[in-house]
């Protein structure tokens, strides 16, 4: 009995001795800053939510505790013009050395390698802030100078570098640290109110992607892929418009048989939101994209969509037997020749593909597939 006692003692200290920290801990000691007050508040995506304060003894020391389920921002601050960023992980215990005077400037962080990772960003963004604004300086001050002219080449270079060292270093850095929220940071920052550093959709692209599938729970990380699909979104959209504009029309009119043979063109579909869908019975990624699009056709037929899907084909007994097959009860339309004129219209390079149009019958999308086409549909139709 003895025994069988001990061992249970032993199996008691080892589950808790092996039970993870509870919770964060943020301390340190701030000095010359007796009888100031010392706020932690949770950065949010627009806006910092108070979370706890301190009244900041003799020896300037303070500590704040919480709890966490994914990494998060925070703010240490003495007011609104002193403070320093952390990324806190969920069982830190992160030390925060500064004084006072120079808090925002000057800290020391240790047991955080996240806020070490801001820290570092900040840095590096202040220093080239501070290079750009003497250079400015200088511009000012030379204005009335007669070779004010050629130093403005040299400065504005100067200043180009600069910005262009900027870019390479904050790029690098979301490369380097794709799963650390510290890339959040690295995103949005800006060296004026008008210019983001790292302006590289790719950068963007791969941050997003990374860290949602880390940190899907995150509200920065929420907002940061949002922020990127409307982007890639935007892209598409101006890469169609480019298209459209160096064609000379916005949604070309075709005109072309339908299956008995009667001309339907899309300039007769008036009130719609119309998709244009190019495709072939012969062609499986078509038959495939099908079944997608009798399931859209179901959901917004009665709230206004048309489809006026062109065949490619050159076979009337396969075309006919696709559609009878896959159920398509919208509009078929194909000369049995290939289409040819309405492809290149449309500059159609694959198949399947697509166009779709609003109501005004202007092209606002190309080639979606998929939870992206329901999407623009949903959009197109309220």
Not at 38 to 66: H, R
Not at 129 to 136: C, E, G, T, W, Y
Not at 151 to 170: G, L, V
Not at 190 to 200: E, G, L, P, S, T
Request: aromatic share 10%.
């Amino acid at each position: 009995m003895k025994k069988i006692f001990s061992i249970a003692i032993a199996i008691t200290v080892l589950t808790f001795g092996c039970k993870k920290p509870n919770g964060f801990v943020i301390d340190g000691k701030i000095t010359n800053a007796e009888g100031k007050y010392l706020y932690l508040e949770e950065l949010k995506v627009s806006s910092s939510v108070p979370v706890d304060s301190v009244e900041l003894g003799k020896d300037g020391s303070f500590k704040f505790k919480g709890k966490i389920g994914y990494p998060n921002f925070y703010l240490l601050s003495l007011n609104k013009n002193n403070f320093v960023t952390l990324l806190v992980d969920t069982t830190e215990k992160i030390t925060v050395t500064g004084d006072a005077a120079n808090f925002s400037r000057d800290y020391v962080v240790q047991g955080s390698s996240g806020s070490l990772l801001v820290q570092e960003l900040n840095n590096m963004l202040a220093k080239t802030k501070h290079n750009l604004d003497s250079i400015r300086n200088h511009v000012n001050a030379f204005r009335s100078r007669e070779d004010y002219g050629d130093k403005r080449i040299k400065w504005d270079q100067e200043m180009a570098d600069i910005k262009q060292n900027q870019i390479r270093y904050s790029t690098n850095f979301i490369q380097k640290h794709p799963f650390s929220l510290a890339c959040v940071l690295a995103l949005y920052q800006k060296f004026d109110d008008a210019n983001y550093v790292v302006q590289d959709l790719q950068s963007l692209k791969v941050a997003a992607s990374a860290l949602n599938s880390f940190f899907p729970k995150s509200e920065h990380v929420k907002a940061l892929y949002a922020n990127t699909q409307r982007l890639m979104a935007q892209e598409k959209s101006n890469k169609l418009q480019q298209f459209i504009a160096e064609n000379g029309v916005n949604s070309p009119d075709i005109s072309l048989p339908n299956t008995n043979g009667r001309e339907i063109s899309v300039a007769s579909l008036s009130n719609k939101v119309i998709l244009i869908q190019f495709w072939s019975a012969q062609n499986r990624d078509s038959r495939i994209q099908n079944e997608a699009l009798v399931d859209l056709y179901s959901k917004y037929k009665s709230r206004g969509l048309e489809i006026y899907q062109v065949s490619v084909d050159t076979d009337r007994a396969a075309w006919l037997n696709a559609i009878e097959q896959d159920r398509l009860s919208w509009i078929n339309v194909g000369d049995m020749k290939g289409s040819i004129m309405a492809a290149n219209i449309y500059n159609i390079q694959t198949i399947p593909s697509n166009y779709i149009l609003d109501k005004d019958k202007r092209v606002v999308y190309k080639n979606l597939q998929g939870p992206d086409l329901d999407r623009a549909i949903g959009e197109l139709i309220k």
